[in-house]
């Protein structure tokens, strides 16, 4: 008989003594019955809750387990302790993020493993996509940090990747993740939140480690027994998490390190076109015409020097080295900034300073450097000069 792959339902409970045993009976006589191809288990974590909640998950289903400590740890490391007895103990291929108290519809676990059979890595319910929603008996005061907020840390973690728009509910509490290649690759020690936060933290892991995510309508409940693990300090403590995130999120500091040296770029293209300025003062009378010859010259040494400070600093995880390719890359890049770095911007600035006077040079400066020529560059330097290699 072939071994059927084994799906995990993680449920973090404190003080739920008077739901966690409906969950369970639930789960068992009518979820798990309609899915044939996964060995579904469940696995309650509880940090030894005062109401007994522990007494009640008694043995009395083969699949059902406890992981029970003397120390209330946040729900951040219930589900790092569950996770690792599933992948351990129980052999979980998937784990499954769930409450006990019915504000995660258990009919919904079917749907999730569905999508993992489908080939999907990470299948997040999500409140806002069509068929999902809000509990109705919110009110406007929870909606709008609930709304607000998870707006707020889904464009500070995910903006402008592709999976800002993919990802509708980042603060979201029932998914499925698999393990092989995932869960099982991550550093669960390290966390930066062990409370609330952890949901955003483990969210970003997965879009690193490049799972293939799947948003499916969540409908949520009001919660009617047990005791909510939301804290009062939550709000903050997942701001504080994301913007951690985000500051060491490598393309965050690579684009902090093209900035820092862009602005270098500008201080030189700003004293190379005053001097250039200046010596073409006696040769060509014209003022938008010297402006924009003074300026070309200018921005030629400024793309010089911040070719050589991004590969040498900015990216020097693909480095280039002294060779064929260097030359090649450095001449690919000057042609392309030709346009973005050279024409355009001299322009601005001769038609500029023709219309509005010399006075104005710095500014049109300001506005073509910054407006077309930053932009324009890091798109060239990311996707052309220091293209990753993809690995096979």
Known sequence: MKKLPVAVIVIPTYNEADSIGKMIDYLFTVTFPSIQDWDCKVLVVDDTSPDGTYKVVQAKFKNLFLSLSAKKAGIGGAYVRGFRYAMKELG????????????HPPKLVPRLLKEINEGYDYVMGSRKVKGGSNPKGWGFKRVFFSEVGGLLARFILLFPTKNFFRITDPTGGFKASRVKGFVDTMDMDHLYS???GYKLEFLYKMVQLGAKTKEVPLQFHVRTQGESKIEPQTAKDILRTVLLLRWHDPSTQKFLKFGTIGLFGFVINKIGLDVFAKILGNIINVIGVRNTVANALAAEVSIISNFILNNLWTFKNEKLVWGSKLIKKFTTFNLSSVISGIVIPSIII????????????????????FFFTVPLNWFIYNLIIWKKTQKI
């Open 92 to 103: 979980a291929d998937v784990v499954i993020e769930m409450d006990g108290d019915f504000q």
């Open 194 to 196: 062990r409370s609330f």
């Open 350 to 369: 001769g038609i500029g300073t023709q219309i509005f006077g010399d006075v104005y040079r710095t500014l049109f400066l300001v506005l073509a450097v």
